[in-house]
């Protein structure tokens, strides 16, 4: 491995370098201050009240979501044992109260069991040593490979929307055999099925033979066949090859994907959200390609769909290297794309309103491009502003033009500033890709302390919030605890590497950059150091590594890819010529000329050493997709 050593003193540190490093000791404070108020001894969460929400199961993985993710940013040396602790926790939790069979969901829909995996892949990509995650990793997959229960290979499906250890979870009944108005917080999405008699309106579900007729009907054409948010069980798959490069499970996943590709090209282009039992698209709904449960009808529509195909266009890119791989991703968001309107968000019905009146702030009026994230028998309807975390993350897999003029063509048509970083949360943790984006493209300067300030500020908040919090711990809502995580990576991943926040639903993390401390023999950045990047493009990736330390040198390993699959070939790097800190009788230091270096690397990392107080900048150009991804063992 070639090493490089810093020689530019580093001066006046940067604000960023500052911030950055004050995050990071500000969430070791907040998770250990989370667990302590909320966890028990054996890590599970503090709960004694029914298991009667359906959607529990997840809710209480999501609490921990990004807690590994911090670990290998460089989080505290226990972090990573604190999040297996808390995952087997509730696991043993979730058991008991009838959720999971053998650790795994016993059977339910792939929007939410993607949210709950995200703990366990940040696991397993962590510390790919430990054989017991290896083993579930396979163990899980295994559950939809071919020949299992889960999946039908004659027609390429996986046989339910609710699906799992348990095997196909036919119908409904047991989640909603009524479906009545009292489901108050479904009001916004209207009704699941919009072809029966008598019912035309949210108020006809009033009436309780309507209620018992729709959970009928629901159970009977939402609860069977596939689904496209079943695309997100690829990342399954995709964990499990990533440990020993096992085709069993890259096989499956491309054929699966190719599947649902094939019925969009069949479609027009549009991906289609349901597939009856015997293989064709619209079999339980009339022939409609849309009626799906979690489709383009019912609940949410671009916001699920989308995202399923997201996360299915990111694995088989990983899979394949190959850019074609990322078309199952691109299609729906040129399908709604192609169908949008400028209209201010405060003046226009949509069903998830609250999070663009917080991510647009004082902005929200303004007229902007909507995109319609629904359809139904009228047409398209539900107009929103695009949710940049899905090309973003397109764009990120492959960098090529393509998926670049798209995010320039949404830049264009959005009425808002997109350098401005305004002070939010949202459940995915994420939604500040706009000011990052300006950043790379050199017009947004100070948004690496904007977002870094931003950040320390939400995590005082929670902190205060967990502070506050007197609610009955055996009784709240199994939302609370993710509400109060106070472990926040998306800044740390758009600065340290490069990389937007996960995708939420179920995505792996194929990061652009990796660290490892040598001396420490583990991932993440070493103490003192911080890490920023300003440049990403087809053939590079460029940062800045800075040790703010006084007295330790430090030794950081800088990867090409989070699993090892790119090549530096070479980098040109700081240099500075001796002298500093010059004469002690001198009132000021001398001034440092810095020059670049080139240096040869032809290899998938690079060892610099950072000498207390000084930094370098690293200008690093790559060869993508020289090796096969794998989960990375230091």
């Known amino acids: 491995m070639r090493e490089i050593t810093a020689t530019v003193p580093l001066g006046v540190p940067p604000a960023w370098a500052v911030l950055e490093r004050r995050l990071f000791d500000a969430l070791d404070e907040a998770w250990r201050a989370f667990a302590a108020r909320y966890c028990g001894p054996d890590g599970r969460l503090i709960y004694h009240g029914p298991a009667a929400d359906r959607d529990g199961a997840d809710d209480f993985y999501e609490a921990f979501f990004n807690w590994p993710a911090l670990y290998q940013l460089g989080g505290a040396d226990d972090l990573l044992d604190a999040a297996k602790h808390h995952w087997e926790g509730v696991t043993a939790q979730l058991t008991e109260l009838g959720y999971l069979v053998e650790e795994f969901e016993r059977g339910y829909d792939w929007f939410h069991q993607g949210e709950s995996m995200l703990l366990f892949y940040g696991i397993c990509a962590a510390d790919p040593r430990d054989e017991r995650f290896r083993e579930r990793a396979r163990r899980f997959a295994d559950l939809y490979l071919p020949g299992s229960a889960n999946y039908d290979a004659e027609h390429d499906i996986i046989r339910a929307p609710h699906n799992g250890a348990g095997g196909p979870r036919y119908g409904l009944q047991w989640e909603w055999a009524s479906y009545h108005t009292d489901l108050v917080s479904m009001r916004p999405f209207g009704l699941p099925l919009r ?49 020993d490069g096992d085709d069993r499970y890259r096989d499956w996943a491309l054929r699966y994907i190719g599947a649902w590709q094939r019925r969009a090209e069949a479609n027009d282009g549009i991906l289609p959200d349901n597939v009856g039992p015997s293989g064709e698209v619209g079999e339980l709904h009339g022939g409609r390609w849309y009626g799906g449960n979690y489709g383009w009808q019912w609940p949410h529509g671009l916001y699920s769909v989308g995202a399923a195909a997201a996360i299915a266009a990111v694995n088989a890119h990983l899979l394949t290297g190959d850019e074609a791989a990322l078309a199952i991703g691109r299609d729906p968001l040129e399908t709604v794309y192609d169908r949008a309107i400028q209209a201010g968000v405060t003046e226009t019905d949509m069903s998830i309103s609250d999070r663009w009146l917080a991510e647009l702030g004082d902005e929200a009026g303004k007229p902007t491009m909507l995109v319609p994230n629904r359809h139904d028998d009228q047409g398209w309807f539900d107009f929103q502003p695009p949710q940049l975390g899905l090309p973003v993350w397109l764009w990120h897999a492959s960098l090529a033009h393509g998926d670049a003029e798209r995010l320039d063509r949404l830049r264009a048509a959005s009425g808002y500033d997109w350098t401005s970083v305004r002070p939010f949360r949202n459940k995915e943790e994420a939604g500040h890709e706009a000011p990052w984006l300006e950043f790379l493209r050199g017009a947004n300067p100070g948004f690496p302390e904007a977002m870094l300030a931003t950040a320390l500020s939400q995590v005082q908040r929670r902190m205060a919030l967990i502070d506050a919090d007197t609610a009955d711990l055996a009784t709240i809502h199994v939302h609370h605890w993710q509400r109060l995580n106070p472990v926040l990576t998306e800044a740390l991943l758009q600065l340290a590497t490069g990389t937007p926040q996960v995708l939420y639903n179920g995505g792996l993390l194929p990061a652009r950059l990796a660290y490892f401390d040598a001396d420490r023999h583990r991932p993440g950045l070493p103490p003192d150091v911080a890490a920023l990047v300003d440049s990403v493009r087809p053939d590079g990736t460029r940062v800045e590594l800075v040790n703010l330390g006084l007295t330790r040198p430090r030794r950081v390993v800088v990867q090409a890819g989070a699993f090892g699959e790119h090549r530096i070939d070479r980098a040109v790097v700081t240099r500075a010529d001796a002298g500093y800190p010059g004469d002690p009788r001198a009132y000021t230091s001398p001034p440092a000329t810095e020059t670049e270096q080139e240096v040869t690397v032809d290899g998938p990392r690079l060892l610099v050493e950072l000498p207390p107080g000084h930094r370098i900048r690293l200008d690093l150009h790559t060869t993508a997709r020289v090796r096969t991804p794998s989960h990375q063992h230091y």
């Open 195 to 243: 072809d029966l008699p008598g019912i035309a309106e949210w108020a006809d579900l009033a009436d309780p033979c309507n209620a018992a007729r729709m959970g009928a009907a629901m159970s009977e054409r939402i609860g069977r066949g596939d689904v496209a948010v079943n695309l997100a069980a690829t990342s399954l798959a995709v964990n499990a090859w990533l440990y």
